[in-house]
Nanobody
């Protein structure tokens, strides 16, 4: 079994910063395309930032220059440093990864989500 566990969400004032962390655990042979998505109330889930299969990074236009994704493919971890946060960044943030399990093929996994609220 594979689990993605996120941490680091919370309440922050506009202009503040937060750092989200996600760690994958279980019977993992390999992982790739780890990234972050978010879903605000009444809206669809959207990409925030992710590594591509070629280890390049892909960012939503709305977060470019403010958010930075980093991670470790060997440790199966991914982080999201969020600076200059705005009220419109308020959402539940989800970690996502493609993972190859022992004895199985590649599959897509999601974390349980962590709430980020930007408010004064």
């Amino acid at each position: 079994q594979v689990q993605l566990v996120e941490s680091g969400g919370g309440l922050v004032q506009p202009g503040g910063s937060l750092r989200l962390s996600c760690a994958a655990s279980g019977s993992i042979v390999s992982s790739n395309a780890m990234g972050w998505y978010r879903q605000a109330p009444g809206k669809e889930r959207e990409l925030v930032a992710a590594f591509t299969s070629g280890l390049r990074t892909n960012y939503a236009d709305s977060v470019k220059g403010r958010f930075t994704i980093s991670g470790d493919n060997v440790k199966h971890t991914v982080y999201l440093q969020m600076n200059s946060l705005k009220a419109e960044d308020t959402a539940v943030y989800y970690c996502n990864a493609r993972i190859l399990r022992r004895g199985s093929g590649w599959a897509n996994y999601w974390g349980q989500g962590t709430q980020v609220t930007v408010s004064s």
